[in-house]
């Protein structure tokens, strides 16, 4: 007979499910800066990669060149 919610009146089950929801989303934003960053970084070295090799083959000249 005696059933006392929580003191704001709201029922665990909502509580726990929007404590959930809030942790998903922030999950999930994490994830997507993560693969955002991710995502310009292997651009970046991509670009810088082809820039190398660019000048490598307008020079002309052996990887391993004597000094």
């Known amino acids: 007979m005696y059933k006392k919610s929580l003191g704001n009146g709201n029922k665990p089950e909502e509580l726990s499910q929007r404590c959930t ?28 990669s082809a820039e190398f090799f660019r000048n490598m083959r307008e020079r002309s000249v052996p990887y391993y060149s004597p000094f």
Do not use: E, M, P, W
């Open 21 to 48: 929801h809030g942790y998903v989303r922030t999950t999930l934003q994490t994830a997507s800066d993560l693969t955002l960053s991710i995502v310009k970084k292997f651009r970046l070295r991509i670009y810088l």
